[in-house]
């Protein structure tokens, strides 16, 4: 035995060298693809460009023309609200659905599980337009229906700086909750017949079955749609693009739309880049948070 | 099984995801001209409508068999800004990119040529007096001092105006207005009978400048090119008085209810050619639906349904508002397509030769080079729009900003007042600020 074990140590340090060869090209995916556009960004975020497109150092310069300006804090409110909004609501009404899809269908199961995944893969330009003129107050559709019963909208739900982010959250939790039943419902196979079978004979059922059995077992599930729901919201891009542009007066403006602006249409570089510097520690840090309460493993099972 | 998917993974995600809007500068497309074969090969990017591109294309290449045409059609934002971004930062520009004068122009300036010697040699030494006075100021606007370069060729123009649906107005026994009583009184009487009085794609960014500046021309001409050139104050009463109307027509009903919320086009454009809509803020370019393929809406066959007025005297004794228009869309030429002689032969062709009255046959828009007209048969009423237009051209007030981050605070204050979170005076005095940081800075 001894001799086997120096063996296979020998093996393993004449081996040891090509192990590091093996990381190399996820390092170099890393590296081209993450690193290096990190890098840039937050280089470029310390230069400004002058009214005649002159480039020059601005060192932090750009980062307290973002923090200083308020549009940003409606931008971060927006976020926040999209955040706090569409994630619990969306595994909410994506978990009750996936529990009476696999419950009381039987025959029509994949019918209805295609037709609640349908949103998910339709085109975001098509979702954008059709909701768009759902919520017109004139020519709309809802109007049209709610004109029926003498129920008229005092203010249009896109056109108000009030209502505009609401309504495109609205929006976006009914073309993303399909995906979440899709995940409730993989969670749900994962969960072994004879507890729930257990569970019952205990005299579990209805929310008792839900807080006790479910939700527990479905962990797993809930950490990986929070995770992905963090995510999204992070790159809400082309629904309010297309529904708002961002306005009324910034009123459903979110890091995308407000990045692409500053980068894109006013060419302003330097302070496009701080604002992705900082929505990168936002990420980071929410990552970390994430980590430090929920773990660092995802996966179907509780 | 049971997967595990590291977290460390979904933040790599992120960070990815948070910089993607900038980082990805990767080259768009291999877009240098090459010679392929025998033939060579002119890259060009735009939004120009395709159609009518594809038309101008052909009449060159028949005169010009030696020369291939590679056109890539965008739509203007996002995916054009963003393409051009890109392929600047990579230096992959194709050889003729079209442009928008002033800021959009400013914004590549260091990757184009000027044009003054290669249009002098073409066109002679008074070429200039061969185009409008509006297209020639806005040909250079943005230029650092000291610099006459012209970075952009017209390709067209174009003058603001409002349309009226004249169906509507016979039906309703309307008049056109001619003093702001009349439009709020005509869009009730339009509300009332179930049309969109005006409609106004207020979530965008052109037409409420359009619509403002036909206010502020009216009141003060020229008043605001001055003070986005910081050589006036953006608080001057009259550029506050017209700001103070902007506003009214979201609370007096003449715009439509929720106009923050929608788009010009094609919502606003689709409902207008419907007869749906009584007036809409547009210009001399509505003219091409009726080019459209068919089937066409009866109101846009010959621009039967509508004709073109100018924004009603906002002071009791007061003129309605003179024109105000200039270059629609217009040419670069890239450092890249500045060697490629066929590039400059293509981008002359579109502003005055087949491929300008290609566009013109397609009522696209208004000519850059006077003395060009459609040769297809128009009707009297068309013809008469159509001349009527080009009158108004030759003494255009200019419609374009020269410096992006002026633009965007000017837009800003616009949608301020509409959304009614800020004081017309208020909402210019943040305008007058970032103008005087942006000359300062």
Redesign the interface.
Known sequence: MPSRALAARRHARRQRPFHHLFVLPALAIFALFVAYPIGWVAYTSLFAVSLHGVSHWAGLGNYRSVLDNPTFWIVVRNMFYWALITIPVQMVIGGLLAWAVEEYTHRSRALFRTLFFVPVITSVVVIAIVWSNIYAPYYGILQQGLSEIGIHFQTALLGSAGTAIFAIIIVNVWEWTGFSMLMYIAGLKTIPVQLLEAARMDGASGINLARFVLVPALSGVNRSLLLLGVIGTLQTFPLVFLMTDGGPDHASEVFGTYIFRHGFVLGQTGYASALSVVVLVIALVMTLLQIRFLGSKFSLKG | M???????A????????????????LPASSAAATVSGKKTVVTVWSWFIKSTMDKAIAAFEKTHPNVVIRYSYYNY??QY??AL?AAAASNTLPDIIGLQPG?LT??Y??YLVPLNRLAEKTWGKNWESRLYPVDIKQMTM???PGNSGMYIMPQESQVICLWYNTVAFKRLHLTVPTTLPELVHDAKVLSSHGY?PMYQG???AWQNENVYLMLADQLAPGLIDKAQYGKASWTSPALVKAMTVWGSLFHDGVF????????AYP?GAQ?FADG?VGIMALGSWWLQEDRYPPPLPPLVKNMKGFAPFYFPAIEPHGHPSPPVGGVDVGDGLTKAGAKIPAAWQFLASLVDGKGEQASLNDLNDLPAFKFFEPTIPLTAHMKSIYNGFLVKLSHAHNQRFA???IE?AFD?AL??V??G?ESPLAALKKVQSVTVS??H?
């Open positions: 049971h997967r595990p998917i590291r977290a460390i979904a933040s790599g995600f992120m960070i990815s995801a948070s910089v993607l809007s900038l980082a990805t500068i934002s996002p800004l963003t971004k800021a400013q914004q300036r260091p943005g230029n650092p969109i207020a979530a965008g439509q209810s929720g106009a923050l919320g929608d788009q919502t409902l749906r410096y992006p981050v965007n800003n949608a301020a509409a959304a979170t942006t000359f800075s």
